[in-house]
Structures are given as C-alpha cells and as structure tokens.
C-alpha cells in the first residue's frame, strides 16, 4: 500500500506545488515555507549532539579496551585477561537492562556485543584452541544474535550482518578451495545476503516498524548487495574467452536490482540516494562495456582514450538529468 501523503517530508518543491494547485493560500503557504526550512530547535540539537557523542564516545572506548589489551598483552595473565573482558561485557550488558530502550541503553547492549568478540579472540589465544578464523566471527554472531534479536536497535543488527558476511569470506577462502570460479561465487553469495537482509528491511519498514524507519541502513545494505554483483558484471563483460554463468547472472541481479530501487522511490516518493546508486552502476557498467568494445573488437586504444571520456561525460549528464526530472516528479528536494 502507498504511504500516506501526510507522512512524506514538507519540502519546498511539495509546498510550492500545493500553492500552485490552490490548496495552500499565499498566507499559509509563506507560513508552512518558513517551518519547512527553519533551523531546528534547541532540543532537537540537544538530543543529535547527545546522540552523536554518545556513538563517538562507545566507539573510542571499544578502541582503547582493544589497544590496552594489545599493549599489555604480554604483562597480563589468562585470568586477568579474560576477567577483565568479561567485566566489561556483564558491566555494559547491566546498564544496557538498567537504561533500557533510551539511547544510552542501546549503546551499551552495542558495545556489550561488541566484547563479545575480544572475548573469543583472548580465549584461543589463552587456550591455543586450534579454531579457524572464520568460526570466530560465526561464534561471535551467534553468541550475539539474541541480543540483537531484541534489541530492536537498527546498529547493532548491522553488526551481526558484518560478522556473518566476514565468517562467509573466511569460511570460502578456508574451506571453499577448490576451482577458479570460487571467488565469483563468493561474490554472487554476498551479493544474495545482504540482498536478501535489503529487501526485509524494506519489507518490515513498509509495515510501519517503528525502529525500521531509518534510510541509513537500507542504503548502506544497497550498497553491499550491488557492489559485488556489479564487480561481476564487470568481470563478464571484459572476460572474452571465459564468461561464467554465474558472472552473467549478475547482470540479471543488477538488472532486479535496478527496478526494485525505481519502484522504491516511487514508493516512497522520492529516494534520491537509491537512484543515484543505480545510475553509478549503470554508468560503470556501459563505460566499462563501451571500452571493451573499442579495445578488444575495434582495437583502437588510441581513440578509445578520446571517445570513453566523452562518454563518461554525457552518461553522467544524463544521469543529473534524469535525477533532477525524478526530483522534480516526487516533490523530493535535491539535497536529500
């Protein structure tokens, strides 16, 4: 079902097309134009900077318990070792219950998860227990995973993709050793994962999840879902003489991938991020077949450094194009 017109962002474009239709009079359309564009409040920067600081501020705490064990490596017994972190964890974890679901609270269940991981490292190397690298970050994923379950804290769920996409590319190149196709399918599996993690989220947004309403996530995991499946397209398109299936159904993928992010910014009335991610990959992929075309078929290296730049030019001329009609179309401002 579409979102409700009254949930969309009163941007400038929007206010202006509801004066020209007349739905706004000059009066309260200067008035909704003023509150549009005004500077936010006092307690609306109170609670960004407290926010912001707060993230900053778990993060370097994290980096100073890895660089203080990283120093006293050698000083500090298995005990201490292990004692220490697992002080940490029950520590945070305990503020984590106490703050509950404010943002401090979430910080903590965050950087709780996050010792997990030290955690693990300092046992196998106090125990010498002989685990793959990947079984780490799989252990440290699953150790995590009811934590992030009910936390319902969009970061800490970012995490557990991390560590499940870092245990898959150890486990292939541990375990996976065998053919030279290997690595395009490594690629391919990344590219269905945080695919797949992409459209749930979109799909539990869409049913108005409260904590799902945020667009860094999505974006973030577009991202991570085309990057390799574009890689591939690329590896496709300039392998001549040893095209793989699963390289060309890459270009199927991207080519999905494409049309669900325009039905996406339709659907949500203006996603312009999403739509200038597709429109880079378009652009890699056609400069990138334009090249091959005048290299390998033409074998014209010399105009090819003429023609590929003029190319690239009026691809990305059309790109500013399109995405100025599709601002335009949604009401969406173009900062966004």
Known sequence: MPKDFLDLEATPERLHALADAGILSPDAYG?????????????????????TLMALGSLLVLAGVVYFFAFNWAELGRFSKLGLISLGIAGAAVGAWRLGERPAGQFALLAA?????????VYGQAYQTGADPYELFIGWGVLILPWVALARFTPLWMLQLVLVNTGVILFWGQRMNRGSWREELLALVLGLLNGFAWATYEHFANQKVSWLQ?????RVLS???????????ILFIVSSH??????????????????????????LHGELFLLTVGALCVITLVTTAVGYFFIEVTHAEELTLFILPLVLI?????AVYWLRHESQATGVSEET
Do not use: K, N, Q
């Open 314 to 318: 009026g691809e990305v001329g059309l």
């Open 223 to 233: 991202l991570m879902s085309l990057t390799p499946l574009v890689g591939l397209g």
């Open 242 to 267: 040893d095209r793989s299936l699963v390289s060309g159904l890459s270009l199927l993928l991207v080519l999905g991938g494409l049309v669900a992010i325009y039905a996406l910014h339709r659907h």
């Open 214 to 218: 945020g667009r860094w996530m999505p």
């Open 113 to 121: 998860a996050v010792l997990v991981g030290p955690l693990l490292a």
């Open 31 to 51: 008035r909704a134009l003023h509150l549009a564009v005004a500077t936010p409040s006092r307690p609306a920067w109170r609670a960004f900077l407290s926010t």
